[in-house]
C-alpha cells in the first residue's frame, strides 16, 4: 500500500467519524458547531426539500467549485475527498436512522460530539486532507478581501452561530457557540496528540552496544551527541533516538538489559519530520 493510499484510506475513516459526531450529537439536537454542517441545517430549516445531508452535498460541491476557480486547484484537490464523504455519509445516516436522538442531554452531546469532531478533524489534517466546507470561504475571503484568516473564521462561524440562535432559539444558539470554542480546543490537543513522539537520552558506558541494539533490533535512528561530565569533566557520549510511545517501553526494557546501569530521559514531542518518518526509511 502506497504512502498517498494510507493517507486516503485514513482521511476517509476521519471523514465517516466526523459525519457520526455531527450527525447524532449535534445536527440531531438542531445545534452547529458552524461550517457547512451549519449551514445545511440553517438551509434545511429554510427550505425543507432536501434533508441536512442533501444541502450538505450541495453546498460542498458549490464550495469545491468556488475553491477551484476563486483559490487554486491544489486547495479544491485536497478538499475533495473529505466534504464529499462527509456529506455522503449524511446522507446515508439519515436514510438508516432517520430521528435517532441518542441523548435529550445537551451538555453531554455538545461535549461527546465536539470530542469526536475534533478526533475526526485531526485525522483529516494530519492526513493532509481538509474537510473544505468554511475552509473554503475563509480561504476565499483572506484572498480577495485581505481579511486575515483567525478573522475569516470568527465571521464565517459567528454568522452561522447567529443564524442558528434565529431559528432554534438562544439556548441552541448558546450550545452551538460552546461547540465552536470546544472544538478549537480540542481539535489543537488532538492534532498534537496524533503527532506526537517520545525522545529518549541515554548516557551510559556501554553507549557502543546500546547504539547497535537500537539500530539492529528496533530499527529507529540514533544520533550521538558530544558531552562533558559537569563534575568528572570527562567526555560522554549521549544517545539520541525518537521513536513512538507505543515502543517506549520495549526500547527502555531492551537498553537496561545491556546497562542496567544506564541513566536515562525522555520527553514528549508534537512533531517529528524527516527521515524514518515523514520519510518511508525504517517504517
Do not use: C
Not at 483559490?71 to 485536497?78: D, H, L, Q
Not at 475552509?135 to 484568516?149: C, M
Not at 529507529?220 to 517501553?249: C, H, M, Q, W
Amino acid at each position: 500500500m502506497t504512502k498517498r493510499i494510507k493517507k486516503d484510506l485514513n482521511i476517509i475513516l476521519g471523514s465517516i467519524l466526523l459525519s457520526v459526531g455531527l450527525y447524532f450529537f449535534m445536527l440531531q439536537n438542531e445545534v452547529a458547531p458552524g461550517g457547512v454542517s451549519g449551514l445545511s441545517l440553517v438551509f434545511a430549516a429554510w427550505f425543507p426539500l432536501l434533508t441536512i445531508g442533501q444541502w450538505s452535498l450541495v453546498l460542498n460541491l458549490v464550495l469545491l467549485i468556488a475553491g477551484f476557480l476563486l483559490v487554486s486547484f491544489e486547495f479544491g484537490k485536497n478538499s475533495a475527498l473529505s466534504s464529499i464523504v462527509v456529506s455522503i455519509s449524511l446522507v446515508i445516516l439519515e436514510r438508516i436512522f432517520p430521528n435517532v436522538n441518542l441523548s435529550n442531554d445537551m451538555m453531554l452531546n455538545s461535549v461527546l460530539g465536539s470530542i469526536i469532531v475534533s478526533v475526526a478533524l485531526a485525522i483529516v489534517f494530519f492526513n493532509d486532507g481538509s474537510t473544505g466546507g468554511s475552509d473554503i470561504i475563509v480561504a476565499i475571503l483572506n484572498k480577495h478581501t485581505g481579511i486575515s484568516l483567525s478573522v475569516s473564521l470568527f465571521i464565517t462561524d459567528a454568522t452561522i452561530v447567529i443564524l442558528v440562535t434565529s431559528l432554534f432559539g438562544i439556548q441552541k444558539g448558546l450550545y452551538s457557540f460552546f461547540i465552536v470554542i470546544a472544538q478549537s480546543l480540542i481539535f489543537d490537543y488532538a492534532i498534537q496528540g496524533l503527532g506526537r513522539k517520545i525522545a529518549i537520552y541515554i548516557i551510559s558506558d556501554k553507549n557502543e552496544d546500546i547504539n547497535k541494539m537500537i539500530l539492529s533490533k528496533f530499527k529507529r535512528g540514533v544520533t550521538v551527541l558530544k558531552a562533558e561530565g559537569g563534575f568528572s569533566k570527562n567526555d560522554k557520549k549521549v544517545i539520541l533516538t525518537v521513536v513512538p510511545f507505543r515502543k517506549y517501553l520495549a526500547i527502555k526494557s531492551e537498553i537496561l538489559k545491556v546497562d542496567n546501569k544506564a541513566f536515562m530521559f525522555t520527553h514528549a514531542i508534537s512533531e517529528v519530520t524527516g527521515e524514518g518518518y515523514t520519510f518511508d526509511v525504517y517504517q
